[in-house]
């Protein structure tokens, strides 16, 4: 059974930071690129970052500079630290785990709540 279970968000201030984990189980992580994606209120949801295996990074332009990505394969882990937010970034941030090859094998987390207001 597969699982993804991200963990650290919730209420900052705008020019915070906050740093999401996914933990997941069930895959062989190294076998999985591994993203994150948002999905505001009332709008679509939409990449935020994505990361080979091999450590390939694609960034959306209104993160990048700000948020980073990161995976430790031997935790079956991945990280988003989040620098320097903004109200726009407040969102429900999800988990994705992508296989390189059989695309039909793609895994969503549940979801954490992100908000940036002061």
């Known amino acids: 059974q597969v699982q993804l279970v991200e963990s650290g968000g919730g209420l900052v201030q705008p020019g915070g930071s906050l740093r999401l984990s996914c933990a997941a189980s069930?895959?062989?992580?190294?076998?999985?690129?591994m993203g994150w994606y948002r999905q505001a209120h009332g709008k679509q949801r939409e990449s935020v970052v994505n990361l080979t295996s091999g450590g390939t990074t694609h960034y959306a332009d209104s993160v990048k500079g700000r948020f980073t990505i990161s995976r430790d394969n031997a935790k079956n882990t991945v990280y988003l630290q989040m620098n320097s937010l903004k109200p726009e970034d407040t969102a429900v941030y999800y988990c994705n785990a992508r296989h390189v090859t059989v695309r039909t094998l793609d895994y969503w987390g549940q979801g954490t709540q992100v908000t940036v207001s002061s």
């Open positions: 069930g895959i062989v992580f190294s076998l999985y690129r």
